[in-house]
């Protein structure tokens, strides 16, 4: 059984930054597409940057030349390393995977193989 353990959370001021790990234990993760979601209180789940086994990477619109997404298939972990942090991007943020299939970026969210259990971020103005 695969499992995604996401950490590096907390609280940063507007401005700052933070890096997200993902780590996955229990599969063979460089055959993993992997992304990013963030989830604010009351709104649905939505894609923030995607990674392929290849390392081809796309991003959101709103995060787009401030989030770098990133994988270390020898460590079993993608980053998401988050700079000017705005208080819109305060959210809980869950990593998932994929074996291969569908690209990442056409699945719902229902459809992603494995989910982490979410790390808060949250960003003060």
């Known amino acids: 059984q695969v499992q995604l353990v996401e950490s590096g959370g907390g609280l940063v001021q507007a401005g700052g930054s933070l890096r997200l790990s993902c780590t996955a234990s229990?599969?063979?993760?460089?055959?993993?597409?992997m992304g990013w979601f963030h989830q604010a209180p009351g709104k649905e789940r939505e894609l923030v940057a995607a990674?392929?086994?290849?390392?081809?990477?796309s991003y959101s619109d709103s995060v787009k030349g401030r989030f770098t997404i990133s994988r270390d298939n020898a460590k079993n972990t993608a980053y998401l390393q988050m700079n000017s942090l705005k208080p819109e991007d305060t959210a809980v943020y869950y990593c998932?995977?994929?074996?291969?299939?569908?690209?990442?970026?056409?699945?719902?969210?229902?459809?992603?193989?494995?989910w982490g259990q979410g790390t808060q971020v949250t960003v003060s103005s």
């Open positions: 229990g599969g063979a993760f460089s055959s993993y597409s």
């Open positions: 990674i392929s086994r290849g390392g081809s990477t």
């Open positions: 998932a995977a994929d074996r291969p299939g569908l690209p990442f970026t056409w699945r719902r969210p229902s459809e992603h193989d494995y």
